[in-house]
């Protein structure tokens, strides 16, 4: 289960909204999730929205007859969401820790000058981040899905080395595979493609992209 506690300082809060009082502070739940969580709604606090304070979350649809599971969202720090509906869940892919925000604060927050827009630059950051992921899905083929997937990690959690740019994220061929809607054994093919083409490579457990920065 999710481990929440009552009150944890807000790296949001604290940054972004310093003159916040402390009483709104105090009643946003800090949510702790170990990498790999997968909680829905009911496991949750209620909340109108949820801040990714660290860590990288990712929304999921479940799966049911006839439809597989979606990575529908992935959120990073300063990120805001809302709850997961009723057929979606939260999965933490690294160590995460969200504040809640619940209904009566939003309200509160709002009317709060200056508030509003952090809110919606958090919302816009989430928002954003979805249209990037949405756009992979629009290569005809699927070996270009994938390199475009991994392009838009590399740019949101890469680390530049001497030789290419390390995705820092725990990336398997069956997450790639609910990012971009196809079957995992179709993208271990295009992997072999693209390692083939010297775009990517397999090192010390992470996946890094044989680009120079700049060209991302």
Do not use: K, Y
């Given at each position: 289960m999710a481990v929440a506690v009552s009150f944890q300082r807000s790296r949001f809060f604290e940054q972004a909204?310093?003159?916040?009082?402390?009483?709104?502070?105090r009643a946003c739940t800090a949510v702790m999730l170990p990498s790999g969580a997968r909680?829905?709604?009911?496991?949750l606090p209620d909340a109108r929205l949820l801040?990714?304070?660290e860590g990288t979350v990712l929304a999921r649809s479940f799966a049911s007859e006839g439809v597989r599971s979606m990575i529908v969202g992935r959120c990073?720090?300063?990120s805001i969401l809302p709850p997961p509906a009723g057929d979606e869940l939260l999965q933490s892919l690294t160590d995460s820790w969200l504040t809640a925000i619940p209904h009566a604060v939003w309200h509160r927050l709002l009317a709060i000058p200056g508030v509003a827009d952090r809110l919606i630059d958090g919302l816009e950051e989430t928002l954003r981040r979805q249209r990037e992921a949405s756009r992979a899905l629009a290569g005809i083929r699927n070996t270009d899905r994938v390199r475009r997937q991994l392009v838009e990690l590399a740019r949101e959690h890469g680390r530049v080395g001497r030789d290419g740019i390390r995705i820092d994220l725990p990336v398997t061929h069956d997450l790639i595979a609910d990012m971009v809607?196809?079957?995992?054994?179709?993208?271990?093919?295009?992997?072999?493609?693209?390692?083939?083409e010297g775009f990517v490579a397999r090192r010390e457990g992470s996946y890094q992209l044989l680009v120079r920065p700049e060209s991302l």
């Open positions: 909204l310093p003159g916040l009082p402390l009483e709104l502070r909680r829905v709604a009911s496991e801040v990714v304070e990073g720090p300063g809607g196809c079957a995992r054994e179709t993208v271990t093919r295009a992997f072999d493609e693209l390692q083939r």
